[in-house]
């Protein structure tokens, strides 16, 4: 895989209680090893650019009763000030590295543009998308989703919470069976609550591969994109 996003989530970079309940929104010691592990994977030949969600500051459902449309765009917002964090990181490790965000947002970041961000990534530098898509009502999955098949990609990976999808809930059933490989269409089928269905059926319309694994690590990133090893590969069929 040589350009590949990879997706994020917000509270990946949070500091969290044992029950996942998020104390700080972010944890700086993670932060700066997760740019350390995507500076080697950058080292090693692989083009990346990043998706990071916002769940470590802003949840539409902490709106309340808030409009939906209002709500998802404090979110996008949300994404904006972690993209310029990562970018922070990065920079501070000694890889350049772009904030590009679907809305004008001069001087925070550049306006995105696919041709802007293949430039970038081909002149070495690691490209933040942030504030989704600029509209609401999509995740930032389908975010990751739409943007590796606007640049190119060979491959979109997803950091979750598990580190494989299984056959069952492995949090009910503890026999559950990780799987290493499985269709796209078969994760919609079943309704796996592997990532946003509407992320997976567009994956699976453009023909993207997807590598799903858990992010308990910052070097967990290192595992999937330089190993190839970590993880369930969503195939498009």
């Known amino acids: 895989m040589n350009r590949v996003v990879l997706k994020l989530s917000g509270e990946a970079l949070a ?22 592990s995507v500076k080697k994977c950058a080292e090693n030949g692989h083009q990346i650019a990043l998706v990071v969600g916002a769940g470590n500051i802003w949840r539409g459902r902490a709106g309340g009763d808030m409009d939906r449309t209002d709500a998802d765009r404090m979110g996008m917002l949300a994404t904006v000030m972690n ?8 920079v501070r ?96 089928a079943k309704n796996l609550q592997a990532l946003d269905s509407t992320a997976t059926a567009f994956c699976l319309s453009t023909g993207m591969t997807v590598r799903l694994f858990g992010l308990n690590s910052p070097e967990d990133i290192e595992s999937a994109l330089i190993d190839g090893k970590y993880g369930t590969v969503i195939i498009a069929e």
């Open 15 to 36: 500091v969290k209680d044992e029950k996942g309940k998020v104390l700080e929104i972010y944890d700086p010691t993670f932060v700066d090893r997760v740019a350390a």
């Open 83 to 90: 993209a310029i964090c990562l970018k922070d990181a990065l």
């Open 93 to 188: 490790a000694g890889i350049e590295a772009v904030v590009m965000t679907a809305v004008p947002m001069y001087p925070f970041a550049e306006v995105y543009s696919a041709q802007a961000a293949k430039a970038a990534l081909e002149q070495g530098k690691i490209v933040v998308f942030g504030s989704g898509l600029g509209i609401p009502f999509l995740s930032t999955d389908t975010t990751g989703a739409v943007r590796a098949a606007e640049i190119g990609a060979d491959a979109l990976l997803m950091a979750k919470s598990v580190d494989y999808i299984y056959d069952d809930d492995p949090r009910k059933n503890p026999d559950a069976k990780p799987i290493k490989e499985i269709k796209a269409s078969e994760v919609l």
